[in-house]
């Protein structure tokens, strides 16, 4: 069982207890728990093997309670307070309370209609059945309906993050075969696109047989689709399906390319080789001989057209195969140039670890700096601060700044964007910030044109700094708010304001699209983890993907410069 399984354990009992008015720090620690459990680099089963229940509990946010559980579901394969809690509420309850716009408590009404499934509710819904419910009206039905269609949409997609850790364990158990002498997961995993339909990973090896055996045995598989020579197709235990294919070493690179590339970019380069003469696949490129001229490396198939490399992100048909031609190509942002994280939490607010563990966490990866920026007051979900605590709290960061060496822990706040435009803090609080950072968490369904000017409004204040996960929205669960980038981004540049790159996987907001289009009119941008645990620092490689995706280099990311240049 991995990590994200174990997660959604805990993220349903706090959805159950949430519904039963449970005590509400109750329901804040399993979903800390579930938060952090996520973000783990190592898993729980590793970690109880190794340690038993007592490593268990000293994971950051787990404790004796929640860890007895996990405990529990190793050794039993179920949770008996998760199972308790699913006898007393419907079957289908929580698919239907997932739907955007919906949420639990409308969920328990519609057992009047007798709705237990999203089949019966899109037909309730496009019938006019719900609006006599109480609360409900014709808004709400449609609300209902573009909830279902985004539902629909993300159906059999799967996060960057979920994807990535699949591949990296299918990765991992083959390379412990002496036959392979080659790995690489290609597909959109490998061009970094936000979702993730199925996985495609290729061998070099010229024992193909004794791969193919390996794989479809793999313990993480829960059913073989198909087992060939050279190909075989399995969906994992967690609903993924994978691809497995075996070339030879002289047609690496031609399969890398054509297992990487989307559609439209594949079907150019064979227009590239008909117009030259030539025939292109998985296999190489040959002459009209049926020779192999090409293919054995990347970087070989782009020469023989007289193109530079493309990065696999690039790989899109929007404007790479021009620019890599005149010699025009970026030279796309690397892990290796965030020099610091201006996002991330502590348990002063809605986090799971202190400054000083934030620090250390992030000393680790070798950065020069992190920007502490816990709420303010307006997210009283996430325990925001008063002023007067918001003082105490800088207080304990710069405390921790002399404290801790060879790393400089700025004092900052994720500040609420309010309706008016007007923030959370007066610039009395403000002006006591090293980086003041903006966002949205509330008033979601405001007009665009209203949220447009709000969030204007807002960039004009002199002493905002970054202007975090600009749409607001959560992948596969929540759309974002109406709002009109294409005044905010010039807005923003106005006003020498840097646009965030959120990398956790949920949001990766600002979109690689909108990336480009910031590059274009000059505009800044920021990566950052949005970390709410150490582990989620790493989440920044997230967030590269979807900057290189946008086309962005190391000198249009803000977090790439030393911290004298930040302030």
């Known amino acids: 069982m991995n990590n994200l399984e174990f997660a959604k354990i805990f993220w349903q ?29 190592k898993s729980l089963e590793e970690i109880y093997a190794q340690g038993g229940l007592k490593a268990i509990e000293e994971i950051p946010g787990i404790g004796t309670h929640i860890g007895q559980k996990i405990e529990e579901q190793i050794k039993t394969g179920k949770v008996s307070v ?57 808004k709400k039905e449609k609300n209902i309906l573009r909830g279902l269609n985004l539902k629909k949409a993300s159906h059999g997609r799967f996060l960057l993050d979920e994807a990535s850790a699949h591949a ?35 061998v070099v090896s010229d024992k193909p047989n004794i791969i193919m055996d390996k794989f479809v045995k793999l313990a ?56 030259a003469g030539w025939k292109v696949s998985e296999y190489g490129i040959f002459n009209q001989k049926g020779q192999q001229i090409g293919g054995q490396t990347e970087a070989d198939m782009f ?63 070798g950065y020069e700096y992190i920007l502490i920026s816990d709420h303010t007051q307006s997210t009283r979900v996430a325990g925001g601060l008063s002023e007067s605590e918001m003082l105490a709290h800088l207080k304990k960061i710069k405390a921790a700044n002399k404290k801790i060496k060879g790393l400089e822990i700025l004092a900052g706040a994720e500040v609420d964007i309010l309706p008016d435009g007007s923030l959370d803090y007066p610039n009395k609080i403000l002006n006591q910030l090293d980086i003041v950072i903006v966002s949205i968490h509330s008033n979601f369904k405001m007009p665009k044109e209203k949220m447009t000017q709000r969030i204007v409004t807002a960039l004009s204040n002199p002493l905002v700094k970054i202007f975090c996960h600009p749409t607001g929205r959560l992948i596969g669960q929540r759309e974002g708010y109406e709002v009109d980038l294409e005044k905010v981004l010039p807005a923003a540049q106005k006003y020498n304001v840097a646009i965030e790159i959120n990398a956790h996987p949920q949001r990766l907001d600002l979109t690689d699209v909108y990336c480009q289009r910031a590059k274009e009119l000059g505009v800044k941008m920021v990566i950052s983890t949005d ?37």
């Open 168 to 202: 990296e364990l299918l990765v991992e158990e083959l390379e412990k075969l002496p036959e392979a002498k080659k790995i690489l997961p290609c597909g959109s995993l490998r061009r970094g696109q936000e979702t993730v339909g199925d996985l495609d990973i290729l």
């Open 220 to 275: 993480m598989v829960k059913d073989i689709l198909a087992k060939g020579e050279t190909k075989s197709s399995v969906i994992l235990k967690n609903g993924l399906p994978a691809d497995l294919r075996v070339v030879n070493e002289k047609s690496f690179g031609a399969a890398s390319h054509y297992f990487t590339g989307s559609k439209a970019h594949n079907i150019h380069i064979r227009q590239l080789a008909h117009q």
């Open 303 to 365: 020469a023989k057209f007289r193109l530079d490399y493309i990065p696999p992100e690039l790989r899109e048909m929007r404007g790479e195969f021009e620019a890599a031609a005149k010699g025009q190509l970026p030279k796309l942002v690397e892990l290796s140039d965030i020099k610091g994280d201006l996002h991330l939490h502590t348990k002063a607010t809605d986090g799971l670890n202190s400054i000083e563990e934030m620090a250390e966490a992030a000393k680790k990866l």
């Open 82 to 138: 998760l199972t308790q809690l699913r006898k007393e509420f419907p079957q289908g309850f929580l698919e239907l309370a997932s739907i955007p716009g919906l949420g639990p408590k409308t969920a328990l009404l519609l057992k009047k209609l007798k709705i237990d499934s999203l089949a019966k509710l899109e037909k309730a819904a496009k019938s006019g059945q719900l609006r006599d419910l109480p609360g409900f009206g014709a």
């Open 531 to 567: 970390a709410h645990s150490t582990d989620q620092l790493e989440l920044m490689k997230y967030g590269v993907m979807v900057a290189r995706r946008g086309w962005l280099e190391k000198k249009d990311i803000v977090n790439t410069q030393a911290v004298r240049d930040l302030l």
């Open 13 to 41: 009992i706090a959805e159950f207890l949430e519904l039963k008015a449970d005590n509400p720090f109750k329901i804040r620690a399993y979903r800390a728990a579930a938060q952090n459990i996520e973000s783990l680099s």
